[in-house]
Structures are given as structure tokens and as C-alpha cells.
């Protein structure tokens, strides 16, 4: 099979085949100046970079808020904007689905905050 053929049949560019074969990674021959790509070589490397796939670990994603945190932000905004304070200088999230969107960590974070602003200016 050709360069193209290769390329196709690995969901790879011509290029990739052309460097696999340049540093041994399948093998080919030349003929007439054209490389042919050995079918049973392409099918082993294939089949190792889906195997690389699926046992490539995703990156962990932070835990989102819990129900409890956004019931106390909540609380806790409430509480606030009817405060002698008010949210006049409070650019954060303000709605349930705003906090909720939040990490488990931005939340402890958002938490802390809204404590100390109730508690008033220094």
C-alpha cells in the first residue's frame, strides 16, 4: 500500500506515515522511488496507538459544589443583601445556578467570603 493509503487507513497525515518509516516505526520498501507500506506493520502500530488511547488517564476534573454549599452561599447572600451592607460592592455569583456551576473549592472560597462581608467592614 502507498503513503496515502497508509495515511487513510491510519486516520494519520502522509507526513506521519513518511516519519514512521524514516525511523523504523513500520516497515516499508522502495519500488521505482515510491515507498510501500507493509499492511501487517501499519495494522501493529495502529493498534498500539489505540491502545495508548484507552490507557491514557484524563485529567481530573474538581469536584463541583455540593447542594449543601449553594443552600449556605445562598443563605448566606440573602442574608447579606437585606444587611445594613447590601451587595452594592459584591461582583460574584449571585443565583443558584451561578454557584452551583462553582468547584467544591471555588464555593468553600465564594463561603468564606460572604462570612466576612457579613460581618462588616474592618
Not at 30 to 46: C, E, H, Q, Y
Request: aromatic share 4%.
Amino acid at each position: 500500500m502507498n503513503t496515502t493509503a497508509a495515511a487513510v487507513e491510519a486516520s494519520v497525515t502522509v507526513e506521519t506515515i513518511r516519519t514512521w518509516c524514516r525511523n523504523g516505526v513500520i516497515t516499508a520498501t522502495k519500488t521505482a522511488g515510491r515507498r510501500v507500506i507493509d499492511a501487517a506493520s501499519l495494522a501493529r502500530r495502529v493498534a498500539i496507538g489505540a491502545m495508548r488511547a484507552r490507557t491514557e488517564t484524563p485529567t481530573p476534573q474538581e469536584p463541583p459544589a455540593t447542594h449543601r454549599q449553594v443552600d449556605y452561599a445562598m443563605n448566606l447572600l440573602s442574608n447579606l443583601a437585606a444587611s445594613d451592607f447590601g451587595l452594592e460592592f459584591y461582583d460574584g455569583p449571585t443565583t443558584r445556578p451561578e454557584i452551583a456551576a462553582l468547584s467544591k473549592d471555588a464555593a468553600s472560597n465564594l463561603i468564606e467570603n460572604l462570612k466576612d462581608r457579613q460581618n462588616g467592614p474592618c
